[in-house]
């Protein structure tokens, strides 16, 4: 069978590992596609009859699959079970975001596979954890934010929690850690000669997004109810105020010398002075910086503080962001071969960089391809097709 480097040549710091992703949703496929753009060798199990997309469309437009290839497997027979095992043996790593105990009811669980391949790195994601009271449960983003703590502390002006999307628990707690669990993994992996389980729970990973928070509650910085604190809208310097155009600015000059630049910038320096460290002065402040916003249009206001330390920005919309100036200078987003738009890579390497080398498979794309580097024959691999274990789009 070929050698990791023979089957990856895209190159970007994870070349030559190889993962094994079982489709899922939300925060699987976004590990994944991190891992991808990075350069690892990502090899998709879907299902048979199933693909990644959790609505109907094309699925060359599922930006979380870009980057790797895909194999249709049916796992509820003893064939298909085998193949994947197969593939597993030939991987650094193994990605999984079923619930507790599906992989294990499959005949592919951390025992199986470990005692198959001992240096495997064995991740499953999940948003409870594969143990506590609520681990058997399901539960989307909205949930694991309500346990961790997060969604209660982001409300709008009349004390409602506001869902923030799904960025927190699936991506940024989920996705992003269990990425970065990975990798760590791998690496004690490449010292030790042992692979082990990584349980990336998305209540733990949300958690930990607040340790800021945390920290300054326990400093005595954060002692009021949700929008009265400093990083929450209880300060008029961290805000977001509407424009005469009924468009909005974040404004978020956080330290003195930043907030000393606003002040000036806004003709306000003689009155708010010392406004940032006397709360009592707040209220006022704010009040005052609602009705000056008013007067002109966004794109004025951020234009006057362009050149300044000021840290004041227009908010835009997804749709939006590619056409600011600092994104298209940086290439943020970039749009793929099928019209795609999409984030770019991130982080940036100056000399191995990562990129996205594949569009979005369609399901079951690359089965012949993959079944031929493990080694089956041509024959083998029409047998498979045949009874069903395996299925080519």
């Keep these: 069978m070929p050698q990791h480097n023979e089957i990856n040549r895209q190159g970007g710091p994870l070349c030559g590992f ?32 199933g693909g990644a997309l959790m609505l109907s469309g094309d699925p060359r437009r599922d930006v979380l699959s ?28 193994l990605l999984e975001g079923y619930r507790p105990g599906v992989m294990e009811r499959l005949g592919l669980g951390p025992t199986v596979c470990l005692t198959r391949h001992p240096r495997l790195v064995y991740c499953r994601v999940t948003g409870w954890g594969q143990t506590g009271p609520l ?16 969604l209660g502390a982001i409300r709008d002006g009349s004390g409602r929690p506001v869902p ?19 990798v760590c993994a ?34 005595g910085f954060w002692p009021g109810a949700p929008g ?6 209880g300060a008029p310097f961290y805000d977001v105020y509407q424009c005469a155009d009924e468009r909005w600015l974040a ?20 009155e708010f002075a010392t406004a940032q460290t006397a709360p009592d002065v707040w209220p006022r ?18 234009a006057l503080f362009a050149a300044t330390d000021g840290c004041v920005s227009e908010i835009l919309d997804h749709w939006e962001a590619p056409a600011h100036p600092h994104n298209r200078a940086r290439k943020t987003f970039f749009t793929d071969g099928e019209g795609t738009l999409q984030p770019a890579p991130a982080p940036r390497f100056d000399r191995t960089p990562g990129a996205v080398h594949r569009l979005p498979p369609r399901p079951g794309e690359h089965s012949r391809e993959i079944l031929e580097e493990l080694g089956c024959s041509p024959n083998e691999i029409d047998e498979l097709i045949k009874l069903g274990a395996v299925a080519q789009s």
Aim: overall charge neutral.
């Design 18 to 49: 190889r993962v094994i992703e079982f489709a899922g949703l939300g925060a699987c496929p976004f590990a994944a596609m991190m891992l991808a753009d990075m350069g690892a060798d990502v090899i998709r199990i879907d299902r048979r009859g």
């Design 251 to 270: 404004v978020g000059p956080l330290e003195p010398k930043f907030f000393e630049t606003f002040i000036l910038t806004l003709g306000l320096a003689e």
């Design 164 to 182: 923030p999307i799904n960025y927190l628990a699936d991506f940024g707690g989920g996705g992003m850690l269990a990425a970065f669990g990975t």
């Design 186 to 219: 791998i690496l004690e992996a490449q010292r030790s000669g042992r692979g082990q389980v990584v349980d990336a729970a998305m209540t733990d990973g949300v958690a930990l997004l607040g340790s800021l928070i945390y920290g300054l509650r326990a400093l």
């Design 285 to 302: 402040l704010k009040a005052r910086l609602k009705d000056l916003f008013r007067t002109k249009p966004a794109r004025e206001w951020e």
């Design 228 to 233: 009265e604190n400093l990083l929450d809208g």
């Design 66 to 93: 870009r980057g790797r290839r895909s194999i249709q497997i049916d796992l509820k027979q003893e064939a298909g079970v085998a193949l994947a095992l197969r593939l597993v043996v030939t991987a650094d790593a």
């Design 135 to 150: 681990a058997p449960r399901a539960g989307h983003d909205i949930n694991y934010i309500a346990v961790a703590g997060a």
